[in-house]
Structures are given as C-alpha cells and as structure tokens.
C-alpha cells in the first residue's frame, strides 16, 4: 500500500498520558482521547459492526445510502476483522484484505481508492485480533493514515478464536489485553478502541470493562452475550448488564452496546434501555443494511420501500440488491452501472414479465447464459476481475440479505449458489429473476388485497413453538419482525429452550447435574409445603 498523509481528525488522552501521546501523534496535532475524539467525529449513534469478510466497504456503502443527509454523519462503520501477524507480514493478505489506494498509484489525493476514503467512507474504525502487542502495532501503523481508531477484537467466540488464541479468549489474560491497548494508545497515532462481551457476572464485566479502559481505549463495546452465547445457544443479550456498566462507569466514558438490534425500533429501545451512546449492528444489519434508517413517511414510500395493508413495512429486496449491485459495479469494479428500467410497482405495465429476457430456463426452472450456437456463433465473454474483497462478500451478503426470499424461490437460491462461477455477471441474473419474483409477489398482495400474507401471518401465530421446561419463546420476535418475503427483515433464532426442545442442542453434563439437582430441590420444596397444608387443615 503506497503511503499516504495521516488521518485527517486531530489524534488525546489522559493527563498522566501526556508524554506518550505527544510522542505518538503526528507532529503538529493533539491525539484526541475518549469523548472529546467520540465528538471530533460527529458523535455517531449507529454503528455497523465488524464482521469477518462482512463489513468490507461495499456493504459499508450500501448502508450508509439508506440514511438521510443529516442522518449520515451519525454513522460509524468498522471494517471487518483482520488478523494483525498476516495484515503486518504478508502483502498479499493485505491487498486481498485492504483497498485504501489503488494498486502502484503514487502518494496522492487522487491514488485513494475505498477503504476509508475522507469523502464516503468515514468515520471508519479498523479491526484487528492480535495476540502480540508488536504485530498488532505493526499493523495499526498500516492502517492509521486511512481511518479514525483502531480496534481490538476481544470479543470472537468462535473456535478459530480459541485455537488462535485470540478476540474473546483473551479475557482470562487480562494482562495481555492491557498490553495490547497500550500499546496501540502510546505508540499510535490515532485513538484505540475494542469490543468485549460480557462475563459471568457484572462485577467481573466491570472489573474487564476497567482494564480495557485504564490501558487507554477511547471507545468501549459491549456485546450483552457471553462467549459461550453462539450458534443454538445465542439467545437474548442482556441489556440490564450493560446498564450496570453504564452507571458503574465514569459518565464521560464513551460506550456502544451490541446485542438484540432486530428491527429499527430496536435502536432507539437499546440506546434508552443500556443509556449508552451508540447502538452496534451486526446480523440485524446482515439481514437489513438499511436496519438504521427511518422508514419514510406514510404515502411517500416511493418504489423502493413497501408498506402493507397494516401500515408495517420494510425495504423492498429487490431494491436493495440493485443500490448494492451499482454499488459493485462504481466503486469496486471502476464501471458505470447498468442502465435499469424503474422498479416495479402495481400498476405498472406487465409486459416485461413474460418478454424474452436473453436467457434461457434449463428443465430444473433455473436460468443459464446462452449457448454460443444461441448467440449467432458469437461466444459469451466472462469478464475476469481483480481479487477484491468487495467481489467475494458478494454470495454469502446476497445469501443473508434474501434469506426469506430464497427460502420460497428455490430455484433462485440455486442461481444464486452458481452464480460467483460467472462473477458480477452471475449476480445481475439472480437481480433479475428476483425483480421478476418481487414483481409477482406485490401482483398478488394486490390481487387478493392483502390476504397472500395475512394467510401467511396466520399460520405463524398458529404454529405450535414447544420450548423446554416452560423456557421463553420467540414468537412473540418472530410475529412482531415478520414481512411478506420480499421485504428485507431479520433472521430470528430460535431461543436456547426451544433449541433444546427440538433436540438441536443437549445439556453438558454439568448442567444436566445442575438441572436434576434443582428439580430435586424444588420436589422438595413442593413436597415440604404439602406438609405444611395438611398440617394447617389438620389444626
């Protein structure tokens, strides 16, 4: 990566930090620490999180679009997860990894190119893993010219974690943790940052939260679910805790939560349930870049926003696919988007439903590119492009972003599992087939005035949701964030009661232990009142 001058926003920190902090800020300027630099960057609410090959900047893009002017600047986003050993030492990770200049462009304005670039993608906050205060600094120096914070990972629970030694496994070496940030605190040029997640108690989430902040990190995330909350076991986070830690903490400690964010609603919820300054999405963002925007006023939805009979709505998949794909085609293939006719909306002519489309549909109800004997001897080029990690997000996004509409049209989602064969090609078919389907979904809605769906709703509510042992069930979730399948909407987990009723998930031998021991105890209990009735009628 050719270099370039160093962050644009002013880089403090503690009184007793004064030395290495003027030791590590670029001459002339004054390292910004905690909320005094939470404030130099618009003091952002909402906040897209760091997800491994996720968050890379299309996606960044793609949901910052859905926010108004004046919304915008309330949006920090952070890249996705890099690991600092490879991102210091292996260029080829880095350039798969990293797009902040264009490949051998000289040091200029003009050689910036997408990750953190000052016009449309900051505030910007890189993440890494690191378990070695020499790699991570190595790698943060890498990245300071293009973003606004560096930020430690301490919160991966997955086993790649565990066995690398890194993200949520270093919170039983809090030494190291504190290495870590201080490292970045007093040698970096731009503010440090990191993401925790709850322990088993709030004295020893507090006792964490401290040391993470006393090493010098300006910003604090809290994940409201514990390490071993993932998969089957994810369940609810919890919210009381990171209230706790927001009235045990300093109040001019800057903290976001993570955790439960569904629906747009949620925001607002979390940020007046935790009292914490900004709001951090990850899945609910996945499932619906625009998880953050406010649904436009009643009667001016526009094409690209759906509102039902019931006044519910969301933005329609079709129309996010396309913002995604020009994305795609401007910023990461260097191209002009396609020219592409309005989005469909009743009432609009039908006839391209049933035009021929330049494609054809093989026996299995799915589309394939002409064959050269089709196209008049002339063959089909497939364009090549360059490894770019905006390139292969593109599957696994598309993946997440039409779960619901996939899991209807399966002959879309076989499209789509091919597609990444024929590159960014591939994906404009599947954009077509889904803006045939969508188009034929809203025909119906239309036709029978609603009834499509509120047969649908239904059956939902209908639907038996057997949990273990009386546990808590997510219906209520799932009604209240159902849409019809071509509107964007979240993915809702099972909780870990019903996951244990269906016998997805079994109990460790320990809570096994635990749970016979307390049915024997409230037996017990049961039996001991008995007692004491038949006395009390007996006297």
């Known amino acids: 990566m050719a270099a370039a001058q160093e962050s644009q926003h002013p880089v403090a920190v503690p009184a007793g930090d004064a030395t290495a902090a003027a030791a590590a800020a670029t001459p002339g300027t004054t390292k ?15 906040i897209v999180a760091p997800m491994v090959n996720q968050s890379e900047f299309a996606w960044r893009m793609l949901s910052r679009s859905f926010l108004s002017a004046d919304e915008k600047s309330k949006m920090l986003a952070y890249t996705p997860m890099f690991h600092a050993r490879l991102f210091s030492q292996d260029p080829k990770y880095l350039k798969a990894h990293f797009q902040a200049t264009r490949p051998g462009a000289a040091s200029t304005d003009e050689s910036r190119w997408l990750d953190g670039h000052p016009t449309h993608d900051r505030p910007l906050f890189v993440q890494f893993c690191a378990n070695d205060p020499a790699h991570l600094l190595a790698a943060a120096r890498q990245v300071a010219p293009y973003c606004d914070a560096v930020d430690l990972n301490l919160g991966c629970p997955q086993g790649i974690a565990r066995k690398g030694h890194y993200g949520a496994f270093l ?13 970045l605190h007093t040698e970096l040029s731009v503010p440090v940052s990191a993401k925790i997640r709850v322990l088993e108690t709030k004295e020893q989430t507090l006792a964490y939260a401290q040391t993470v902040l006393k090493a010098g990190a300006s910003i604090l ?3 409201g679910r514990r390490r071993e909350q993932k998969g089957h076991l994810t369940g609810v986070a919890d919210w009381q805790m990171l209230r706790f830690l ?9 903290l976001f939560a ?5 629906q747009h609603g949620d925001v607002d919820a979390c940020l007046a349930a935790t009292g914490f300054d900004g709001v951090m999405s990850a899945e609910g963002n996945l499932s619906d870049p625009a998880v953050f925007a406010k649904p436009p006023p ?21 129309a996010v696919m396309r913002r995604y794909m020009d994305i795609i085609h401007k910023y990461a293939l260097d191209a002009e988007p396609p020219t592409r006719r309005p989005l469909f909306v009743p009432g ?12 054809v549909t093989d026996e299995r109800g799915s589309k394939r590119r002409k064959t050269e004997s089709e196209t008049d001897g002339k063959p089909v080029a497939r364009k090549q492009e360059a490894p770019s990690p905006n390139i292969a997000a593109m599957q696994p996004h598309l993946f997440h972003l039409l779960r619901h509409f996939v899991s209807r049209h399966t002959d879309v989602r076989d499209m789509l599992a091919r597609a990444r064969r024929t590159g960014v090609a591939g994906f404009e078919a599947v954009l077509d087939a889904v803006e045939r389907r969508v188009a034929e979904g809203l025909l119906e809605y239309a036709r029978t005035d609603g009834g499509s769906f509120a047969d649908e ?12 042992d009386g546990g808590e069930s997510s219906m209520e979730a799932l009604v209240r964030c159902k849409r019809p399948w071509w509107v964007a909407q979240p993915i809702v987990r099972p909780l870990p009661s019903e996951a244990l009723a269906k016998g997805s998930i079994q109990l460790s031998k320990k809570d096994r232990k635990g749970k016979t021991r307390g049915e024997e105890e409230k037996k017990g209990e049961e039996e001991g009142t008995a007692d004491e009735v038949k006395e009390a009628v007996a006297a």
């Open 171 to 183: 919170q039983e070496d809090q030494d190291l943790v504190f290495r870590l940030i201080r490292t």
């Open 457 to 468: 709703l239904r059956a939902l509510r209908d639907s038996p949701r057997e949990t273990a």
């Open 298 to 318: 009643v009667g001016e939805e526009g094409r690209e926003y759906w509102r039902g009979n019931d006044g519910k709505g969301g933005w329609r998949v079709d």
């Open 258 to 262: 993570n955790g439960n964010v569904l």
């Open 221 to 223: 995330t809290v994940h």
């Open 32 to 46: 910004l620490h905690g909320r005094a630099f939470y404030e130099s960057i618009g003091s952002p609410k909402y």
């Open 246 to 254: 927001r009235d045990s903490l300093p109040p001019e400690t800057v």
């Open 348 to 359: 609009d002519d039908t006839a391209w439903l049933t035009a021929d489309d330049a494609e």
